[in-house]
């Protein structure tokens, strides 16, 4: 088993690692992380690593907004 590299203090997209969350069901690493925004998420490390994760959410819902006021 390979050792846990400590993520606290790195930003990936929006998001900045705050600290070790309790490990999900499936037994992989998670972290607590505050967004940008001010909103807090708990994702996987491999999500953070690979950017699948870029913030709490808001990113996929400024998205949404920036459409709607285009049409």
């Known amino acids: ?11 990936y997209g929006r998001l900045l690692v705050v600290g070790r969350a309790p490990s999900g069901k499936d037994g992989a690493a998670r972290w607590r992380c505050v967004c940008d925004c001010g909103g807090e998420s708990t994702p996987h490390a491999q999500n953070l690593k690979t950017e699948l994760t870029k913030s709490c959410g808001c990113l996929k819902r400024d998205a949404l907004v920036r459409h709607n006021l285009r049409r």
């Open 1 to 11: 088993m390979s050792k846990l590299a400590d993520l606290t203090g790195k930003r």
